[in-house]
């Protein structure tokens, strides 16, 4: 996807790493007080095992569609302006931007909230699939843990 696409829809996944100057400016409103994002890096190590890097794979047309979904539900919840997110798919190496949200608002709990909400739903439901690889040559797929009721 290109950064005029990424600008124009508020879900997005990239097979490159992304400039999130523009992404961030596209949620710039004179409604807006403030603004909140996440950043997901990629880490060396994951339940005590040396991670070497990793590999996002998606079902691309499935995962916008309820990426939007997602998004626009934070919209509908939340009092907020506007919101992004961006999530990498391909290979990538120990410290890089994986994935990233942001949201604008006229107040900062607002913008907390639905930051954390876009996150944590888009890693639950939105197809996107982890491949991890380690130092020890072994390899896994990773995938979220079911919600917890309560």
Excluded: N
Excluded at 28 to 49: I, K, T
Excluded at 60 to 71: H, I, P
């Amino acid at each position: 996807m290109t950064q005029a696409e990424r600008l124009t829809s508020r879900f997005a996944l990239s097979e490159t790493a992304f400039d999130l100057a523009p992404l961030r400016a596209a949620l710039l409103s004179a409604q807006a007080g403030a603004y909140a994002s996440f950043e997901g890096w990629v880490r060396d190590h994951h339940a005590g095992r040396a991670v070497l890097g990793l590999r996002y794979e998606s079902y691309a047309e499935l995962a916008l569609s309820e990426g939007e979904r997602v998004l626009a539900e934070a919209l509908e919840r939340f009092a907020i302006v506007d919101a992004r997110c961006v999530h990498r798919v391909g290979e990538l190496t120990i410290g890089e931007l994986a994935v990233w949200v942001g949201v604008s608002a006229a107040h900062r709990d607002a913008a907390f909230a639905a930051c954390r909400y876009i996150i944590d739903e888009t890693k639950a439901r939105v197809p996107i699939w982890k491949h991890e690889r380690y130092a020890d040559g072994a390899a896994d797929w990773l995938h979220p843990e079911p919600p917890v009721a309560g």
